[in-house]
């Protein structure tokens, strides 16, 4: 009789909070996102990935103090489970990037591995990352990781501008993952070196241009292609028009990269959510009936399909 052997254990669903530039609300609406998650009886672990302005804690209430993310990255803690802190709300934890010396802010390669490698371990439904402002290296290979990358935008030209050249680091970052690499890698280095002759203006027609040269490397690219699916929050909407923020860039990316990128929610401008943060409480806790909290429920309900509490249900 052969052995039982126990089915694996279940990974948390990972969530990626970015966008272009900061001050545009990423970290209130990812630490709100996770208070909502566990209000529905999963079991959620919020990771404050910007270690250059690091703030979830003071967002939650919680103090600057105890272990921290730049504790496990450093090897003063081996294992990331062991800097998990549970917060006021049942059912979320949190790993604090409060204290983080400024060299932790651009953690290496290895660094980066190991930290995905251990939130896979978590025990939880969620691991929801807050990711720091700009287009890094270290910011995209988060994003890029995650099985659901979240951008926040907010109607402002700046903020639009930096969406969009977000998602162009993000794609052609995952780009330089297909294989077999370095076909890929010359194919592209010989369809950009004649960008202008060939009338290369976006990702779609320089994959078109590609796969005339390289059948096999533009087939490696467009496996990665189909892997890169973000979709859009716009966040502080105050007048009608700003509804269509969403909608109107989902339309010019599916021209710029050939599938259309989805808005889950346009979220208004809420006094409760400056309040909240004045006052060290989540506004999904202090404010349940707010207009703010509505909306994120609802971009809940969009990114985790219905109303379902725990990943794998």
């Known amino acids: 009789m052969g052995t039982a052997t126990n089915p694996p254990a279940p990974t948390p669903r990972v969530w990626a909070i970015g966008g272009g530039k900061g001050g545009i609300g990423k970290s209130v609406i990812a630490a709100n996102l996770a208070v909502v998650l566990a209000q529905r009886g999963c079991r959620v672990v919020l990771i404050d990935a910007d270690l250059g302005g690091a703030n979830l804690h003071t967002i939650l209430g919680m103090p600057a103090r105890g272990p921290t993310l730049s504790d496990f990255l450093l090897r003063r803690s081996e294992r990331l489970g062991d800097i998990v802190v549970p917060t006021a709300t049942a059912g979320l934890s949190l790993v604090s990037g409060s204290r983080a010396p400024v060299d932790s802010a651009n953690p290496r390669y290895a660094q980066k591995v190991r930290l995905l490698r251990h939130i896979a371990t978590l025990p939880a439904d969620h691991a929801v990352l807050d990711l720091g402002g700009g287009s890094s290296f270290n910011m995209l ?3 890029l990781a995650a099985d659901h990358g ?3 935008v907010v109607p402002e030209a700046t903020s639009v501008e930096n969406a969009y050249h977000f998602l162009k680091a993000a794609y052609f970052r995952r780009m330089r993952r297909a294989q077999p690499r370095e076909r890929v890698k010359a194919a592209v280095a010989a369809a950009m070196a004649q960008l202008q002759q060939l009338d290369i203006r976006s990702p779609r027609e320089l994959l078109r241009r590609v796969a005339e040269a390289d059948p096999t490397a533009a087939e490696g690219m467009l ?3 189909r892997r890169f699916d973000p979709a859009l929050v716009v966040n502080r909407v105050q007048r009608p028009e700003h509804r269509r923020l969403g ?3 989902g339309l010019a990316c599916e021209d710029y990269f050939g599938r259309r990128m ?6 208004e401008e809420d006094e409760v959510v400056a309040r909240s943060v004045h006052e060290r409480q989540p506004a999904a806790e202090r ?3 707010s207009r703010f909290v509505g909306a994120l429920r609802g971009v809940v309900d969009r990114l985790v399909g219905g109303a379902g509490a ?4």
């Open 141 to 143: 290979d988060f994003f």
């Open 150 to 152: 979240v951008v926040v």
């Open 223 to 225: 496996r990665e292609a």
């Open 247 to 249: 909608v109107d860039m």
């Open 262 to 267: 989805p808005c889950l929610g346009t979220i």
């Open 287 to 289: 404010y349940p009936d």
């Open 310 to 313: 725990a990943h794998g249900a």
